[in-house]
């Protein structure tokens, strides 16, 4: 990712209806978009002696010592991803250095299960320290807001998953006659269930050509991997199969992965766990059903009925979902169903993240606001 360019805004100018923020990244897509109300600057992630420019992670602003060296060049702190990086007791001591030169403190709850991590204890201790911590919490569905008072007591604003896809992205997908089916297993991070998903795929395949269906599974797995015994299964099953091609590669472009996800019928999400899905957000940008397991929030994500869920490891329930997600003309790629839906998704989209932005910006000034009074 880029390192942002905006600028510090001059002394005061919160004075004036904006506001300078430290965001925990700023160089992050999500970031980019929900800070992206004019009033809005937000400080570039800081290099780590002898890091790369273009990687943010693990947060050099995340740090009591940071906060303190920079208190005069924004006005609130923001926390996302990168918690995982710390050591316990390290989120308290950074919200504590935020609060003692001024800064409120906002955190957006992404996932309850970490994504990167196998076991979530330590992480779910990290967020015990910041949502009893911060100022404000914020996520992105109801159920996890739900989930935020159970577990702690606290009240969690809902602000949605903006866009995922550029609206400059050109969308030009190859389409084959039959029905094709995506699972897209990546680096096989501990959150996916590559041979788990793999099998449940294949069986629920044999079961709609057994309806008469014509479809295959397309899986496709990074060269690289986090699992080589997972992959080793995976690509076992794959050559097992009758109905499955297994596609491996590097990690894709940008417009290459847009591609390869525009020319499918559907895609199934492979996760064992989870909260909330930038994938499912991507996939629903470019008119692309979904099948998602019924782990955390991710149906709640869009609730129009492109969203299907099943129960993770039901081939019965998959082949069902993706049935009754076929109804719909737009679930044919390169269609003009689909490239209507895909227009009017954006055009949706430029008035939805417009205020997400904007209602992130309330929230910021309304903090300063609070602080001030």
Known sequence: MATSTRTVAPPGAESTGSITIVSIPASHPYVRQTTSDPRVTVLPDPVAPGGDPAVWWPPAALDPDWIRAHADEASLLHIHFGTESFPAGHLTACVAAAHAVGWPVVYTLHDLEHPQL?????????????VTGADVVTTLTVGAARAVRERWGRHATV?????????????????????????????????VDGPGSVRTLDAALRALRDAGHDVRGEVRLHHRVRDADAAAEVRALCAASAVLDLVEHERLADADLFAALARLDACVLPYRHGTHSGWLELCWDLGVPVAAPRVGFLAEQHADGTVGSFAPGDAGELAAVLSDLWVAP??????????????????????????????HADLYLHLLESRTA
Do not use: F, N
């Open 159 to 191: 602000i949605p998953h903006p866009s995922v896809l550029p609206r400059d992205a050109a969308i030009e997908p190859a389409v084959g006659a039959g029905r094709i089916v995506g699972l897209h297993l990546k680096d096989l991070r501990p959150s």
């Open 118 to 130: 196998g076991d979530s204890t330590a992480y779910l201790a990290q967020l015990d320290e910041v």
């Open 330 to 359: 737009s679930s044919r790629p390169a269609s003009p169903a689909r490239d209507a839906l895909v227009d009017e998704r954006r055009a949706s989209r430029t008035v939805t993240d417009a205020a997400i932005a904007q209602r």
